[in-house]
């Protein structure tokens, strides 16, 4: 008796020291977003808003409640994070807590006021890859998703048959670095960021304000002067613009260089309006025609 008591003391110890997979863990952290995104929708939103929101979700799913809309939601969104919690449990990548923990406050108090503006913002250093989760696998080594590669710019190029007359079918790749200054570019003519794609096929540095230019790419600001065939300067916060490369801020809001808040001073946030489903720089597919953008 004395043996079992001690036995269940034990195990309660282990269970109060490493608990349950925490919400801001790579287990728990699909989990949550769906319990923050179920709460948003059935507290702060009424049947109009929220088939509004929506649309063909709510058919397709079926939900009429929040416990109902939980389930559907992790049913089907849920799965599809398993290669992040799975590369992390396996090694291929780490994972912070913490940072995850800060990049769900502002939802977590838009749930709790029912503000939208606050629920939806982007906020700043809260990209999946390299923010929350850190790739461990260096370019050349085996990967399963391009998460896993330490080198943020790095893609898991998928192997191929040694036989070109057969193809191999595989998730199985190397992390691979895109090519920089005097590397081919890729087939699709592509280059590491800061780098372009010259005439000749090989990747060079893009050019600082004053230096020559014949087309935008050239140019680290993406803007070239055609008149004096000359890169531009990056422009100032109100500066215009077409991409984020073109601002002082490295944030183009509207074809104006801002500060990079994803609530603009023009726009009037009501309950439920907004769409927080581009957080955290991921996407993953819903089983209805159009994709929606998760974490």
Same mark, same amino acid.
């Given at each position: 008796m004395k043996r079992l008591a001690l036995l269940i003391a034990s195990l309660s110890l282990a269970i109060a020291v490493t608990g349950c997979p925490g919400q801001y863990s790579a287990d728990g952290f699909c989990d949550h977003l769906v319990d923050l995104q179920c709460q948003y929708y059935f507290k702060c939103c009424n049947a109009a808003e929220r088939a509004?929101?929506?649309?063909?979700?709510?058919?397709?799913?079926?939900?009429?409640?929040?416990?109902?809309?939980?389930?559907e939601y992790r049913k089907h969104?849920?799965?599809?994070?398993? &290669?992040?919690?799975?590369? &992390?449990?396996?090694?291929?990548?780490?994972?912070?807590?913490? &940072?995850?923990?800060?990049?769900?406050e502002h939802m977590e108090k838009g749930v709790s006021e029912c503000d939208a503006a606050e629920y939806s913002k982007e906020v700043d250093g809260c990209d999946l890859r390299g923010d929350i989760m850190q790739g461990k696998v260096a370019n050349g080594s085996t990967c399963f998703i391009d998460a896993e590669c330490t080198d943020l710019e790095a893609e898991c190029e998928e192997k191929k048959s040694e036989d070109p007359n057969k193809v191999l079918i595989t998730v199985e790749g190397t992390c691979k670095a895109p090519p920089r200054d005097g590397e081919a570019c890729t087939p699709g003519g592509d280059c590491a960021d800061g780098h372009y794609c010259d005439s000749t096929d090989i990747c060079r540095v893009q050019k600082p304000a004053g230096q020559s230019c014949t087309n935008a790419e050239e140019c680290e600001s993406w803007d070239c002067d055609w008149t004096n065939s000359v890169c531009n300067p990056k422009q100032p916060n109100g500066g215009t613009c077409y991409r984020d490369e073109q601002c002082e801020s490295g944030h183009c809001d509207g074809n104006t260089c801002g500060t990079g808040t994803s609530t603009d001073d023009n726009y009037t946030y009501q309950i439920c309006d907004g769409n927080p489903f581009s957080l955290f720089g991921m996407t993953f597919a819903l089983p209805v025609s159009m994709p929606v953008p998760l974490p």
């Open positions: 509004e929101q929506l649309g063909s979700m709510m058919l397709y799913f079926g939900f009429r409640n929040e416990d109902e809309c939980k389930t969104l849920c799965p599809q994070f398993q &290669v992040y919690s799975e590369a &992390v449990a396996q090694g291929r990548a780490t994972w912070k807590d913490d &940072v995850a923990k800060s990049c769900y």
